[in-house]
């Protein structure tokens, strides 16, 4: 079983910033990639950043520019720096983990409102 712990929600103007982060634990001997999801009310869950272990990585058209996606493979830890919010990013924000042979994990979700 592998936990997921995010921190880093919380609620900002438009044109702030915020960092989310997710811990990861449990056992597993490898990780194969790291990502943030979100889910906005009454829209389908999106894929907004991910990162693999290879270094590579994918972020949604709407966040080019504006989120970074970076992770610390020793603490096993990805964060998602978002800057110059706006009201659209407003949403839940889900960690996703890949780990081993491509078992996938979910955190719980952070909650991110942004203020117009």
């Known amino acids: 079983q592998v936990q997921l712990v995010e921190s880093g929600g919380g609620l900002v103007q438009a044109g702030g910033s915020l960092r989310l982060s997710c811990v990861a634990s449990g056992s597993f001997f490898r990780i194969i990639s790291m990502g943030w999801y979100r889910q906005a009310p009454g829209k389908q869950r999106e894929l907004v950043a991910s990162?693999?272990?290879?270094?590579?990585?994918n972020y949604v058209d709407s966040v080019k520019g504006r989120f970074t996606i970076t992770k610390d493979n020793a603490k096993n830890t990805v964060y998602l720096q978002m800057n110059s919010l706006k009201p659209e990013d407003t949403a839940v924000y889900y960690c996703n983990v890949a780990v081993n042979w491509g078992i996938t994990y979910w955190g719980e979700g952070t909650l991110v409102t942004v203020s117009s």
């Open positions: 990162s693999t272990s290879g270094g590579s990585t």
